[in-house]
Nanobody, 120 residues
Framework: QVQLVESGGGLVQPGGSLRLTCAAS????????MGWFRQAPGLQRELVAR???????NYADSVKGRFTISRDNAKNTVYLQMNNLKPEDTAIYYC??????????????WGQGTQVTVSS
């Protein structure tokens, strides 16, 4: 059964850090490009970071230099290290597998996500 489980969100002050974890129960994980998305209230879901099977990474301009995506193929897990968090980073964060050859097209049903709130 395909499953994406995100965790690690919480309430953090501006300038703080969080590390999100995505456990992906999908076959052939090691060759699957993965992405972290987020959706803020009233806005569309957007891709913030992606990582290829070869661990090449891309980031949205809004998070470049502050967020780092990584993967552990032995654990079928993707991480998102978020530093210097800003109030505008407040959103529900989701991970998903990406359709190969696309920049941001999600391939699987969404998980429950994890809430990140940046506030003083």
């Amino acid at each position: 059964q395909v499953q994406l489980v995100e965790s690690g969100g919480g309430l953090v002050q501006p300038g703080g850090s969080l590390r999100l974890t995505c456990a992906a129960s999908i076959s052939m994980f090691r060759i699957t490009p993965m992405g972290w998305f987020r959706q803020a209230p009233g806005l569309q879901r957007e891709l913030v970071a992606r990582i290829t099977s070869g661990s090449f990474t891309n980031y949205a301009d809004s998070v470049k230099g502050r967020f780092t995506i990584s993967r552990d193929n032995a654990k079928n897990t993707v991480y998102l290290q978020m530093n210097n968090l800003k109030p505008e980073d407040t959103a529900i964060y989701y991970c998903n597998a990406l359709v190969p050859g696309t920049q941001s097209q999600p391939r699987l049903p969404w998980g429950q996500g994890t809430q990140v709130t940046v506030s003083s």
